[in-house]
């Protein structure tokens, strides 16, 4: 469907949910008024009015901060020759850049990267990492409540790289591409919310964990490579998925602890699969019903069985209810 906003409204509807997300996160401990703002307006490394001294001076100032940048209009290239340590209650805000329009114009060049440890409560939104040559575009480690929010991760090993105990991470609207790993996570993480982001082009995973992960995903693009499936959180996608008409180009998932029940898209108009995967043999009972009431397609589906449940879609709106194990979930599906 065509969108019916100007870019100028989608600009202001941009930075309305902009400033709604920083109210929301900042307001949970301290009123937005205390927040104190720090500028970038120099393009170097370090000294002062470089990102790195607006960090330093956060992490030497209690409560809250927010980082913008001024340094001239347009896109700006920054240097980044080392790691670049992000303390708690910092907010980095891209979107600030004069002339923003909805893509970063905060781009970073060098062998560095961003690094989160021991943190809570930290914001990235419109940040450009895809240029850097470090593995990694953005390393985690035990953070809570940490948002990267609409940045390009592309271009590395790992577009995250999560390790140890993390909780409440959120990542929306992001560019993954060229990673071997989109989003790593090692070691036990919950509550990650991981909606609208693209990912393309991996040598291997999407999404990938080394233990538990309590994971929500929605609206999320998986684009395959040449043909071939990326694995999206242990959920392969068998050669029997990549030679059909359904492929990985858009994926909807609902999690039951371990399994996996995935909704695909294909590339073909009207072509929609279901697929069922976990560590060992289960059923999982799924009925898909139109907006009218009618019931299009119900059945069992096996875990780990190869099996493609292959449906043709009529343009409308549908609810998919899954039951796994006593709990049911559903997913609401727009056909267009």
């Known amino acids: 469907m065509k969108s019916c906003f100007t870019p100028q409204a989608k600009v202001f509807w941009a930075k309305t949910l902009h ?36 960090l330093n001076l956060a992490a030497n100032s209690p409560g809250e901060d927010i980082i913008e940048f001024s340094i001239g209009s347009g896109v700006q290239y920054l240097e980044l020759s080392q790691p670049l340590f992000v303390p708690s209650g910092v907010f980095i805000d891209g979107m600030s850049q004069p002339g923003y329009t909805g893509l970063p114009l905060i781009h970073f060049i060098g062998s560095g990267y961003i690094r989160i440890e021991n943190a809570e409560q930290v914001v990235i939104e419109s940040l450009d990492l895809s240029e850097t040559s470090s ?22 090993k790992y577009g995250v790289f999560s390790q140890a105990k993390s909780a409440a991470c959120h990542f929306v609207g992001n560019r993954i591409y060229g990673c071997d790993y989109g989003i790593y996570v090692e070691g ?29 995903l929605d609206g999320n693009k998986f684009h395959s490579q040449n043909g071939i499936g990326s694995r999206v959180i242990g959920l ?46 289960k059923v999982a009972d799924y009925m898909l019903v139109h907006s009218s009431g009618r019931v299009v397609v119900s059945g069992k589906i096996e875990a780990n069985s190869n099996e493609l449940v292959k449906l043709a879609l009529e343009p409308g709106e549908y609810n998919l209810f899954v039951r796994c194990g006593g709990g049911v979930k559903m997913l609401e599906v727009i056909a267009d």
Request: proline fraction near 3%.
């Open 135 to 156: 593995d990694y575009a953005i390393w985690l480690k035990d953070v809570y409540n940490c948002s990267v929010l609409h940045s390009n991760l592309s271009g590395h």
């Open 236 to 281: 392969p996608l068998e050669h029997k998925v990549k030679e059909s008409p359904v492929s990985s180009s858009r994926v909807r998932m609902l999690r039951f602890d371990a399994y996996t029940f995935a909704l695909l898209k294909g590339e073909n108009e009207k072509s929609y699969g279901l697929i069922f995967s976990g560590p060992a043999q």
């Open 19 to 54: 400033q709604l997300s920083l109210f929301l996160i900042f307001t949970l401990s301290v009123n937005l008024l205390t927040a104190r703002t720090y500028y970038v307006t120099y393009s170097g490394d370090s000294g002062t009015g470089s990102l790195r001294h607006a």
């Open 188 to 216: 036990p993480h919950q509550d990650m919310l991981v909606a609208d982001n693209d990912f393309a082009s991996f040598l291997n995973e999407g999404i990938y964990s080394t233990d538990r992960l309590l994971v929500e």
